[in-house]
């Protein structure tokens, strides 16, 4: 899509760079089409997480190798080796099953969190327009994410016990990989009992691995689920209180978290963020004291606004990798007071999302305003 250009005068231009502001207009319109379709989804309750949004989960199908078959040589050896390929038959059908519920479980957790993402976005996209205080309606929603949470922790517990299993057959296969090893010194063997164990030996030892593949993911999973639990119990908190005010408002606007060091301009987001990339429309830097951004703002917002009238702005708080979290919060101040800012000139509250990162770029807070 061709970007439209606005650019100021000689004079405005001066006026932001002295007050320790830049103005970009060449990155006006970012092409951002997921931005408006999936606020539209959500008006129409057919919002679906993307995957960002999702809990991170293993993906792998645990598919244990065929087992080969062999004659009972009638010798002691041959006897063992029977008995050996059945209980490694035996272990093969327990990993099978195992198998099976852990893509259950899996499915499980995603269809929950979609659900849990499609109230959450939902009861935000009230929030940002307004609501009364205490509305019934949105505390309502609200018992639906944590009946979500709840399903979420049922699965977690699903997932421990699926790993005591998976961690008592692996000392099982480990156990049998010794015994058809040993099998090699027993006396009164054939050449084809020990060509039997060396095909059995190979099945086994991949069975072995396969085995702690799968435990080991598991294990994954249930650590990657309970910190989605935290994240998720937590941001039912932040909603709880926003609810009953009845909108976001300056001091309890959500700030959608990025990742934790960007070394450039260009940064990847979560889509649920809503968090904008490219060139920014404007950015004021906090580098010293009373920085006079408040024109330069000004002028930025009116001739968005005037360029595209539907102009959806993304208000960042950026702190410098390195500093400390009194920086972050500092950077989060200053975005909200430029989020209220823009608010009393006539910006939609709607219109307005708040992020923050950290960018090894920056010396100092910042606040950078995308469009969409």
Request: with cysteine; proline share 3%; aromatic share 6%.
């Amino acid at each position: 899509m061709k970007k439209t250009a606005i650019r100021l005068s000689l004079t405005a231009v001066t006026a932001i760079f002295m007050s320790g502001c830049s103005f970009t207009s060449d990155a006006l319109f970012p092409s951002l089409f997921g931005s408006d379709e999936q606020e539209e989804m959500i008006s129409n309750g057919d919002f679906k997480a993307t995957g960002a949004a999702l809990p991170e989960l293993g993906s792998t199908n645990f598919e244990p190798v065929e087992i080969s078959e062999g004659n009972n040589t009638g010798t002691f050896v041959g006897q063992k080796v029977v008995s050996f390929r059945n209980e490694l038959t035996q272990l093969q059908e327990s990993i099978r099953a195992y198998n099976e519920e852990l893509q259950k479980v899996r499915s499980s957790v995603i269809n929950n969190a979609m659900q849990y993402h499609k109230t959450i976005g939902t009861i935000e996209a009230k929030l940002q327009v307004g609501t009364t205080p205490g509305n019934p309606q949105m505390f309502t929603l609200l018992q639906s994410a944590q009946n979500n949470i709840q399903t979420m922790n049922g699965n977690t517990i699903a997932l421990e016990r699926l790993s005591a299993k998976v961690n008592s057959d692996t000392a099982m296969t480990t156990y049998l990989l010794d015994s058809i090893r040993a099998a090699y010194s027993v006396s009164g063997a054939v050449d084809e009992d020990h060509r039997q164990l060396r095909i059995l030996e190979n099945e086994t030892n991949q069975t072995s691995i396969l085995i702690n593949s799968l435990l080991g993911e598991v294990n994954s999973d249930i650590s990657r689920q309970r910190q989605y639990i935290e994240s998720a119990k937590n941001n039912i908190v932040d909603l709880s209180e926003a609810i009953k005010v009845g909108s976001y408002g300056v001091s309890n606007v959500p700030f959608s978290a990025v990742s934790n060091t960007v070394r450039s301009n260009a940064y990847s987001a979560p889509r649920s963020a809503g968090v904008a990339s490219g060139k920014p429309l404007f950015t004021a830097k906090f580098n010293k004291n009373n920085v006079n951004y408040h024109e330069g703002l000004r002028q930025a917002v009116q001739q968005a606004q005037a360029a595209k009238p539907s102009v959806r702005f993304e208000v960042v708080a950026v702190s410098p990798a390195s500093g400390s979290q009194a920086s972050k919060k500092n950077a989060q101040t200053h975005a909200g007071n430029i989020f209220q800012e823009m608010v009393e000139m006539g910006v939609g509250a709607d219109r307005i999302s708040l992020s923050a990162k950290t960018s090894g770029d920056a010396n100092s807070t910042e606040v950078q305003i995308f469009v969409r």
